[in-house]
């Protein structure tokens, strides 16, 4: 994977890159066959955010014979930790614990997801990193 800056991703273009994470590479005609029905969007229009991903070097797109063969150039994990740090910044100031509060308050936690988050609690106050 590239070390370069991480692309901004418009949420189509997650998509994409959700598809290509599980499984690369791929043809624009496979990503197609699996993206348009489910959000009703034509070849055309897959193969316009495969093209924007390349240009945001966030995809590669090697020649095979007459079509390309599509693959990530970044991780999913990075990624995911940009846009968690974006929306931390932007809606929560930077601060996780009015993150945490809302999601506890507002998430509809069950027991099982609520003993999962005192234990990872436990686990950072004790100065473990959970990975």
Not at 25 to 34: F, N
Not at 102 to 131: A, W
């Amino acid at each position: 994977m590239s070390q370069a800056p991480l692309p901004r991703i418009s949420d189509a273009e997650w998509e994409v890159m959700l598809l290509l994470w599980q499984r690369a590479p791929q043809t624009a005609a496979e990503v197609a066959a699996k993206l348009c029905p489910a959000h009703d969007w034509t070849e055309r229009t897959v193969k316009t955010l495969l093209a924007r991903l390349v240009k945001k070097e966030a995809l590669s797109a090697k020649p095979d014979g007459k079509r390309y063969l599509y693959s990530p150039e970044v991780s999913r994990d990075d990624c995911v930790q940009r846009e968690s740090r974006t929306f931390l910044d932007r809606v929560f100031g930077g601060s996780a614990s009015p993150l945490l509060a809302h999601f506890v308050r507002e998430g509809g936690l069950g027991d099982t997801e609520i003993q999962e988050l005192r234990s990872l609690l436990d686990e950072v106050s004790k100065g473990d990193k959970h990975e």
